[in-house]
């Protein structure tokens, strides 16, 4: 099973929209390296195909079919996926050999080790997301769309199931964020390098992805 990692800046946001919406959505570039290079220097258009519509991009000029590329994203529609997350393990409430793995925020989650043997860091510091198997997950989802942007036709929904907070404070009331692509944009400047910044416009995979 695929699955996606997100930096301590960005994953706070996507467990927030993964409990309020039930979805998520996340921009990659990977697997678009050589584009983003130039990105100004290609075009996105749709090719149709047998099987449906593909969007590929092309460069400028166009000089033949030649010009013409199909990136591949990492991550396909159909794809089952987890969220790995920092984590630690704690000793369970029932057999010695019965554990927990504890999230971030305080949830756990309940395993008991039947193979009898306790080999695990009980108690020990934050593990990396790196290091979280499928088993200890505790979201798990589909991947429902894929499609190719330019990282600056984001909407403001998008921010939104992105991560940034639909609601902020004004004035001590709680009222409807109505920036939320700034917000999105001071993110991303925030984890990004050239020539992947938002003045970049680099190309990107949207992905969005139903949890269950």
Do not use: H
């Not at 166009?62 to 013409?68: A, M, T, V």
């Not at 159909?78 to 504890?102: L, M, T, W």
């Not at 979201?139 to 909407?155: C, D, K, M, N, P």
Request: glycine share 6%; hydrophobic share 35%; aromatic share 14%.
């Amino acid at each position: 099973m695929k699955n996606f990692i997100f930096n301590k800046e960005v994953l706070p946001g996507k467990l927030m929209a993964i409990k309020e919406y039930g979805k998520f959505v996340t921009r990659r570039t990977q697997g678009l390296d050589e584009i983003n290079k130039e990105p100004d220097k290609w075009e996105l258009t749709d090719m149709f195909t047998f099987s449906g519509r593909q969007q590929v991009i092309r460069k400028i000029p166009l000089k033949g079919i030649n010009n013409l590329t199909a990136p591949n994203p990492r991550y396909q529609v159909g794809d089952k996926v987890f969220i790995r997350e920092p984590f630690r393990f704690v000793q369970g409430n029932g057999d010695s050999y019965d554990y927990a793995v504890v999230y971030n925020d305080g949830e756990l989650k309940f395993f008991c080790d039947n193979a009898g043997i306790m080999n695990y860091p009980i108690n020990e510091k934050i593990q990396s997301p790196y290091s979280m198997s499928e088993k200890g997950a505790r979201y798990f989802g589909t991947v429902t769309s894929v499609r190719l942007e330019r990282l600056q036709e984001i909407t403001p929904e998008d921010c939104v199931l992105e991560g940034i907070e639909k609601y902020t404070f004004a004035r001590g009331a709680l009222v409807e964020n109505s920036e939320p692509r700034w917000k999105f944009v001071k993110l991303w400047n925030s984890i990004s390098k050239p020539p992947l910044m938002w003045e970049d416009n680099p190309y990107t995979f949207r992905y969005e992805v139903e949890v269950k």
